[in-house]
Structures are given as C-alpha cells and as structure tokens.
C-alpha cells in the first residue's frame, strides 16, 4: 500500500467539493453537449458535472493569467483560495511554458505568481480521447505525470486519489474521512484505463500520421525560409487569434492605461503574434509585415523558442486550435508537411 | 513582491525642442531610479500610454534624466505638449546597457542616426567620466537635413571634451547653411586613423541605417563582435514576459536592447 494514494467516492467527493467551498472557490468541469466548460462548483448542478472526458473548452490558464486584468494601480483584495478540479494532462503541461515565463528571470509577475500560489490543482485522467488530441505525440500524455497538486483517476464505481503535494495533503489530512486507502488493486485498474485511453491517442495519431516530437524537432528551423510553405499555410488565416488566445502555453500579453476617476490604471489583455500590430514599433517599422511571416512566427516561438531555450515544446497536443481555427487550419496537418516536405493546404478538413 | 508593472512618478522640469518632431525632456523623478548607459524605461503619461526610450542623459546623474523622443505614434505626439510641472510615469531601467568595461583602453567608434543619437549621448556622457580610460572615441553623425540635427548647441562642448575625439556630422540633404557633408551617414564612414584590431562600433539609428551601417563596418574590417547594435523591437512590459519583442531566442528588452552583431546575425527580420 502507498501511502499517497486513496480512494473516494463520487458523492463523497461532491460532499468534498461542497465543504471545500465554505472556505474556498472551488471550480469543477460541466459538460453540455459535447463540450467541457469551467465553472463554480453548484451541488445544484451535480448532474451535469464531469470531471472525467477530455479537456475543457477553455484553457486554464485564464485562471492564472487573466484574458482582461488590472496589473497595477488599484488595492487588490487577497481572493479566496481556489481549488480547480477536473484540470487535464494537456493543460498542466502548460505550466511548464506559463511558470517558465511568469515564475523565472529576474522579475516574477506578481499576478500569476500570487494565483498559483493561491490555487490547489485536482487533476483527472482523460477517460475518452478525441480525434484532435494528440499528448502523445508532443511528449505528453492523457493522463497526469506533473503539475498537479491531487489526481483523481477514474474507475468504475470509485474514484483513486493520488496526491503529490502539501496543498493536496492539507486537504486529505483536513477531510480524512472522506478517503479510503487504497492499494495495488486500484492501481492496477487505472493503468489499465490509461492504457485504454492512449491507445485511444496513438489510434488518432497514426491515422492522421501526425509525427513525434522526435521528428519534429529542429524542423521549424530548417523549413524556415521555405516561403512557399509558410504562405500556403497562413493562406485561409483570417488572423483572428483565436488559435493563440485558446493555447494553453500563448503568454503574451498587451499592457494598455486608462483610469478610474482621476487615478491612472494599467491594464493587459491576452495579446496574439497573429495580429499584425504585435511586433509593430511606433515609427511603423513591423518586423513581420506578412501574415505568413506571422504564422511562421507562431510556429517558430513554439518549436523553436521554447525548446531551446527551456527544452520544452509550447505545445501540448491538446488539440484547441484545431477546433478554433476559422480557416481549418490544422496544427498536426502543418506539423507534418514541416516533417515530410510534402505539403498540404488548408482547409485540412 | 514589488509590482514590475507600476510606475513612479517624473516630474517635467524643461522641454528643449531640438527638431521639427523631437524634444528633449528633462524630468525629476519622485523615487528612486537609476540606469547604466543603454539600458532603456518606459515612460509614460499617466491614463494615457507608455512607451520605452533609452534615457539621452549621463548615468551619473541621480537627480534628473533626460529622454529626447520623436513624435511617432500616439503616446509620443501626446507626450510632445507636456510642458514643464507635467507629470510622467517612469519605471525600469530595463536591459543589459552598454558593456563599458570592455570598451575601456578601445578606440569607441559612434554612429548615430537621426533620433538615435540619444542613447548615444547617454553613452557619451559615460565615456567623458572616465574620458582617460578610452583611447580614443569617434562620433559619425547622420540626420536627414540640417535643421533635424540634434542636441545642436551641444555637441561643440563635446569637442571640448578631450584632444582624443573626433566628431563628424552629414546630412542626407544640404541646404545653404549647411558646410558639412552631404550623402547617407555610411558616406563618411572610413578608417581614417583607426585602430580598427582594438575598436568597438557601437551603431544606434533607424532599421535601415543600422543596416548598411553595419555593412559598411563589416567592409571596414571590424568584426561581428565587435559591432553593438541597438535593436529597438516593441519593448512593452521590459521583464521578458509580454513576448513582443522577440528576436530569435532573446527578447530585447531583457537580453538587450543592445547586442552585438554576432549574437543576431542571421536571426530573421532584424533589420525590419
């Protein structure tokens, strides 16, 4: 027997989730039709709550970084703790990207720093894996190795708890009895249904032929001055952002002032590499003037950028943009013309 | 944890208008905030907007900074009617500066265009405080017509300085006042009596001119590392974390804004 590994049940879980909101915000995943959203734990609404499925519509990061925030200029309350259930593998693979730029260097920000610090991540297994999920490809998986504070993986009439941190701890140690031990038995069953699920991952993949990370290395930055390729690409983006806005790793950001009464404010909004005023200076210079040249970008920060300078690719193979995307643009479709030279335009559909 | 994204307050002390469209600002900063040569802040006007400039100032100088900005774009046209007692929000500095230390006992070799000889004044300034340890110190100067030449009541005390500097001045276009050179900045780029083995180029000025400049330097014969480059992105939270200043694997503002030529050449649109 582990000692940090328990199980529980459902209605105890949600009798959990209703005692952790006397103190805390606690946030869970709904579904409606096939989509998983984020919101307030409503035991109201237990019914329609599934922690199990894919990842949600929405990325987590707009809980740590908002898409619309104050940043300096105003007295902030200290808000309540928050308690984020139902996360999945592909967000918490963000926070390698997030954290890198938010949490290191000489300066922190100050905003995500206190929000992580403030949150207690529950995590699920992914039960199902959808046709544009592919972790597995970009060295994830659909089930949670890191970044987490507590899992919950999902088994047929009990749910197995794993913590992996003190804040998960404080929480099995305050509600010790809505947890039971658990052992090998219980394991064993969830690695079944992880092995389930990512066959489930590597079926879509290899139908689609999406290449490795192994094999998508370096490769942005040979295919780099290939401007056929970029431009073909980039050719049915209506430069929308949308792609951006939901990544889980995108980090930029726009600074803009204003003010309430007399008292200046300065704001940020989510930015994205695809508008064409990102990289823009005031005397008009624009580093990347042509949208293919925005989308080569895009790609670059995230094979390019981030693997060399902290060894980790911004993308988790959650799938979002292939969902977002208004001009059918196909991350996984771009990923393997990059690979294979043979290149294919959009609509990838 | 001290907030990177709150400014402090500058108060405007004295306007110097040097061009049709750029003004020298002298501000006294409510709080403390000091700079090496190089390193860049945002300025901003309260409600309104920030932007980052390289203070033109000399390091030295704790009380007041200067900032000489060019009306370019919406913050800056707004910041050109602020008149002395206005007050401006200031945080930074931001970036690495210029290396001086391995620029001592070297020939420093300037070449400004335009607006951009304001950082070059800031390093300027640096040199004239320990003005014995350079060995010599060279100032090419180009701005597009006589009447946009900068810093104009200036720049004969700067003469003054020390019998070891060399300042030269061309227009691209003369008018009847005009003595000096006539043609791009890169026309009186030449070896002259350089020691070009035991140089640094240090260039400042719009994308196009820091071009060719470069060029020019490199058929010269001075090395890529020995080239320091002002690369001005859109530098907008100045802590590496907005992403908007990007240039390969560095953010300006972070890991710059000056690099030399070595470390960005070859990285893409760095001359846009």
């Known amino acids: 027997m582990k000692d940090n590994i328990y199980t529980i049940s459902k209605k105890d879980l949600f009798d959990l989730f209703s005692r952790l909101a006397s103190s805390s915000r606690v946030v869970v995943p709904y579904i409606k039709g096939e989509r998983f959203y984020f919101a307030d734990f409503d035991p109201e609404k237990e019914d329609s709550i599934e922690l199990g499925g894919i990842r949600q519509s929405e990325p987590v990061k707009s809980f740590f970084s908002r898409p619309r925030e104050k940043v300096s200029g105003f007295d902030k309350d200290k808000p309540k703790p928050l308690i984020l259930a139902g996360v999945k593998s592909c967000d918490l693979a963000g926070f390698y990207i997030q954290d890198s730029v938010f949490l290191t260097g000489d300066v922190k920000d100050p905003i995500y720093a206190s929000n992580r610090e403030n949150t207690t991540i529950i995590s699920v297994d992914c039960t199902f894996a959808k046709e544009t999920c592919f972790c597995l490809a970009i060295e994830g998986a659909p089930y949670p190795t890191a970044n987490f504070d507590m899992n919950l993986s999902i088994m047929d009439n009990n749910i197995l708890v794993e913590v992996a941190t003190a804040k998960g701890e404080a929480i099995v140690s305050r509600y010790r009895m809505f947890f039971k031990s658990a052992g090998t038995r219980h394991t064993q069953i969830r690695d079944s249904n992880r092995r389930a699920v990512s066959d489930e991952v590597k079926d879509f993949i290899n139908k689609r032929g999406t290449p490795d990370s192994s094999k998508i290395k370096g490769m942005v930055k040979e295919k780099y001055n290939l401007q056929e390729l970029w431009q073909d690409t980039a050719s049915t983006c209506v430069e929308c952002g949308a792609c951006n806005l939901i990544c889980p790793t995108c980090h930029c950001f726009l600074l803009f002032d204003g003010s309430r009464g007399v008292h200046p404010i300065r704001n940020r909004i989510w930015d994205a590499c695809l508008y064409k005023s990102f990289a823009r200076v005031a005397g008009g210079a624009n580093p990347r003037k042509h949208l293919y040249e925005r989308m080569r970008n895009r790609f670059d920060k995230k094979f390019s950028f981030f693997p060399e300078t902290i060894g980790k690719f911004a993308c988790t193979g959650c799938g979002r943009c292939i969902d977002a995307c208004a001009g059918d643009i196909d991350i996984r479709e771009v990923l393997k013309g990059l690979v294979n030279g043979k290149w294919n335009k959009p609509p990838h559909k | ?272």
């Open chain 2, 1 to 272: 944890m001290k907030n990177p994204y709150s400014s402090i307050q500058a108060e405007v002390l004295n306007v110097v208008t040097e061009s049709a469209n750029i003004k020298t600002f002298t501000i006294k900063p409510r709080g403390e905030i000091g700079f090496r040569a190089g390193q860049f802040m945002e300025v901003s006007l309260p409600g309104i907007g920030e932007a980052p400039f390289t203070p033109s100032s000399n390091h030295n100088n704790k009380e007041t900074l200067d900032f000489t900005i060019m009306s370019a774009g919406r913050v800056t046209k707004l910041i050109h009617e602020a008149k002395p007692g206005d007050i401006f929000g200031l945080r930074g500095p931001y970036g690495l500066g210029y290396p001086l230390d391995t620029f001592k006992s070297k020939e420093v070799f300037i070449v400004g265009g335009g607006v951009g000889l304001a950082p070059l004044r800031a390093l300027l300034y640096a040199l004239f405080n320990e003005i014995d340890s350079y060995k010599k110190i060279t100032v090419k100067y180009g701005a597009r017509t006589p009447k946009d030449i900068i810093y104009k009541g200036e720049i004969d005390t700067w003469r003054t300085k020390s019998k070891n500097i060399n300042i030269e001045i061309s227009t691209d276009i003369g008018d009847d006042t005009w003595k000096g050179n006539v043609g791009l900045v890169t026309t009186i780029l030449n070896k002259d009596s350089l020691d070009i083995e035991n140089s640094v180029a240090i260039v400042c000025g719009p994308p196009i001119m820091m071009k060719f400049v470069t060029f020019k330097l490199l058929d010269l014969g001075f090395k890529d590392n020995q080239v320091y480059l002002s690369m001005e992105k859109n530098m907008s939270c100045g802590i590496g974390k907005c992403g908007h200043c990007r240039i390969g694997p560095f953010y300006a503002c972070k890991d710059g804004p000056v690099f030399t030529y070595d470390k960005i050449k070859g990285l893409p649109n760095i001359w846009d």
